[in-house]
Protein backbone atom coordinates (compact mmCIF):
# COMPACT_ATOMS: atom_id res chain seq x y z
CA UNK A 1 0.00 0.00 0.00
CA UNK A 2 1.26 3.33 -0.73
CA UNK A 3 1.88 5.74 2.16
CA UNK A 4 -0.47 8.09 0.97
CA UNK A 5 -3.49 5.40 0.49
CA UNK A 6 -2.26 4.39 3.96
CA UNK A 7 -2.26 7.43 5.64
CA UNK A 8 -5.66 8.27 3.72
CA UNK A 9 -6.22 5.05 5.31
CA UNK A 10 -5.40 6.09 9.07
CA UNK A 11 -7.29 9.33 8.65
CA UNK A 12 -10.44 7.66 7.47
CA UNK A 13 -9.91 5.12 10.27
CA UNK A 14 -9.57 8.12 13.16
CA UNK A 15 -12.36 9.98 11.49
CA UNK A 16 -14.90 7.05 12.51
CA UNK A 17 -13.69 6.02 15.49
CA UNK A 18 -13.13 9.49 16.76
CA UNK A 19 -14.35 12.39 14.48
CA UNK A 20 -13.47 14.65 17.72
CA UNK A 21 -10.42 14.55 17.80
CA UNK A 22 -7.41 16.49 15.31
CA UNK A 23 -5.24 13.58 14.25
CA UNK A 24 -3.36 16.02 11.77
CA UNK A 25 -0.28 16.24 14.01
CA UNK A 26 0.08 12.36 14.06
CA UNK A 27 -0.35 12.52 9.82
CA UNK A 28 2.26 14.52 9.29
CA UNK A 29 4.95 13.11 11.87
CA UNK A 30 3.82 9.41 9.66
CA UNK A 31 4.54 11.08 6.70
CA UNK A 32 7.76 12.49 7.83
CA UNK A 33 8.63 8.87 9.83
CA UNK A 34 7.82 7.52 6.28
CA UNK A 35 9.57 9.70 4.22
CA UNK A 36 12.67 9.03 6.72
CA UNK A 37 12.09 5.59 6.33
CA UNK A 38 11.92 5.18 2.53
CA UNK A 39 15.55 7.26 2.51
CA UNK A 40 17.38 5.43 4.43
CA UNK A 41 16.37 2.31 2.88
CA UNK A 42 17.73 3.70 -0.37
CA UNK A 43 20.89 4.81 1.05
CA UNK A 44 20.73 1.35 2.93
CA UNK A 45 20.93 -0.14 -0.05
CA UNK A 46 23.52 1.47 -1.75
CA UNK A 47 25.68 1.85 1.26
CA UNK A 48 25.34 -2.51 1.47
CA UNK A 49 27.34 -3.02 -1.46
CA UNK A 50 29.77 -1.61 -0.93
CA UNK A 51 29.98 -3.55 2.98
CA UNK A 52 28.96 -0.47 5.01
CA UNK A 53 26.11 0.67 7.16
CA UNK A 54 24.81 4.14 7.33
CA UNK A 55 26.86 4.39 11.15
CA UNK A 56 30.22 3.57 9.26
CA UNK A 57 29.60 5.54 6.28
CA UNK A 58 29.18 8.24 8.61
CA UNK A 59 32.51 7.51 10.66
CA UNK A 60 34.20 7.09 7.30
CA UNK A 61 32.70 10.39 5.65
CA UNK A 62 33.66 12.40 9.62
CA UNK A 63 37.13 11.10 8.82
CA UNK A 64 37.40 11.95 5.69
CA UNK A 65 36.09 15.46 5.86
CA UNK A 66 37.27 16.54 9.29
CA UNK A 67 40.44 14.71 10.62
CA UNK A 68 43.81 15.62 10.68
CA UNK A 69 46.52 13.69 8.62
CA UNK A 70 47.06 11.98 12.70
CA UNK A 71 43.53 11.51 13.53
CA UNK A 72 40.74 12.11 15.86
CA UNK A 73 40.55 10.50 19.23
CA UNK A 74 37.50 8.74 19.15
CA UNK A 75 35.89 10.82 21.50
CA UNK A 76 36.26 13.45 19.01
CA UNK A 77 35.07 11.63 16.15
CA UNK A 78 31.78 11.20 18.10
CA UNK A 79 31.52 14.29 18.50
CA UNK A 80 31.91 15.32 14.81
CA UNK A 81 29.36 12.37 13.46
CA UNK A 82 26.08 13.06 12.69
CA UNK A 83 24.92 9.75 13.42
CA UNK A 84 25.70 9.66 17.46
CA UNK A 85 25.52 6.54 19.86
CA UNK A 86 27.24 4.50 22.37
CA UNK A 87 28.15 2.34 19.77
CA UNK A 88 31.35 4.55 18.30
CA UNK A 89 33.67 1.63 19.57
CA UNK A 90 31.88 -0.87 17.18
CA UNK A 91 32.09 0.96 14.69
CA UNK A 92 35.46 1.57 15.07
CA UNK A 93 36.52 -2.16 15.11
CA UNK A 94 33.88 -2.82 12.85
CA UNK A 95 35.80 -0.82 9.84
CA UNK A 96 39.25 -1.80 11.31
CA UNK A 97 38.90 -5.13 10.80
CA UNK A 98 37.11 -4.09 7.14
CA UNK A 99 40.57 -3.06 6.97
CA UNK A 100 39.04 0.80 6.05
CA UNK A 101 40.30 2.68 9.36
CA UNK A 102 43.52 2.81 11.10
CA UNK A 103 43.15 2.98 15.18
CA UNK A 104 46.96 3.62 16.55
CA UNK A 105 47.76 4.00 20.45
CA UNK A 106 50.51 6.68 21.23
CA UNK A 107 52.41 6.18 23.96
CA UNK A 108 53.10 7.16 26.89
CA UNK A 109 49.59 7.48 27.52
CA UNK A 110 48.32 4.24 26.46
CA UNK A 111 44.82 5.28 26.70
CA UNK A 112 45.08 8.08 24.13
CA UNK A 113 44.19 6.33 20.76
CA UNK A 114 44.05 8.67 17.22
CA UNK A 115 41.38 6.65 14.61
CA UNK A 116 42.22 7.60 10.78
CA UNK A 117 41.54 6.74 7.49
CA UNK A 118 44.00 4.47 5.80
CA UNK A 119 43.98 4.46 2.17
CA UNK A 120 41.63 1.66 1.75
CA UNK A 121 39.29 3.78 3.86
CA UNK A 122 40.40 6.76 1.39
CA UNK A 123 39.71 5.29 -1.87
CA UNK A 124 36.34 3.82 -0.54
CA UNK A 125 35.16 7.07 0.18
CA UNK A 126 36.11 8.57 -3.08
CA UNK A 127 34.99 6.44 -5.30
CA UNK A 128 31.63 5.55 -3.37
CA UNK A 129 30.97 9.71 -2.22
CA UNK A 130 30.22 10.64 -5.93
CA UNK A 131 27.83 7.95 -6.44
CA UNK A 132 26.36 8.24 -2.70
CA UNK A 133 25.65 11.89 -3.77
CA UNK A 134 23.79 11.22 -7.18
CA UNK A 135 21.56 9.32 -5.28
CA UNK A 136 20.67 12.03 -2.79
CA UNK A 137 20.42 14.41 -5.34
CA UNK A 138 17.84 12.06 -7.10
CA UNK A 139 15.89 11.36 -3.94
CA UNK A 140 15.10 14.91 -3.83
CA UNK A 141 14.43 15.22 -7.32
CA UNK A 142 10.82 15.62 -6.82
CA UNK A 143 10.59 19.03 -5.31
CA UNK A 144 11.40 22.41 -7.46
CA UNK A 145 14.45 24.69 -6.03
CA UNK A 146 12.30 26.80 -4.38
CA UNK A 147 10.59 23.66 -2.68
CA UNK A 148 14.22 22.34 -1.34
CA UNK A 149 14.57 25.59 0.05
CA UNK A 150 11.41 25.58 1.96
CA UNK A 151 12.25 22.20 2.86
CA UNK A 152 15.66 23.12 4.38
CA UNK A 153 14.04 26.02 6.09
CA UNK A 154 11.39 24.19 7.73
CA UNK A 155 13.15 21.14 8.70
CA UNK A 156 15.72 23.42 10.38
CA UNK A 157 13.24 24.97 11.98
CA UNK A 158 11.91 22.00 13.38
CA UNK A 159 14.95 20.40 14.18
CA UNK A 160 16.16 23.56 16.16
CA UNK A 161 12.59 23.30 17.97
CA UNK A 162 12.52 19.96 19.21
CA UNK A 163 16.60 20.57 20.30
CA UNK A 164 15.80 23.91 22.50
CA UNK A 165 12.76 21.70 23.80
CA UNK A 166 14.14 18.20 24.42
CA UNK A 167 13.88 17.44 27.91
CA UNK A 168 15.73 14.39 29.40
Request: hydrophobic residues 40%; glycine residues 6%.
Amino acid sequence: MSSRAFLTRVEEDWQVRRPDLDVSPMLHVLRLTRLGELIQARLDRLLATHGLNAAGWDLLLTLYRSAPPEGLRPGELLERCAVNGPATSNRIARLSAQGLITREVRAPDRRQAYVRLNPAGTQLVEVLLPEFLALETSLLNGLSAAGLTNLGRLSETLVHHLERHDTP
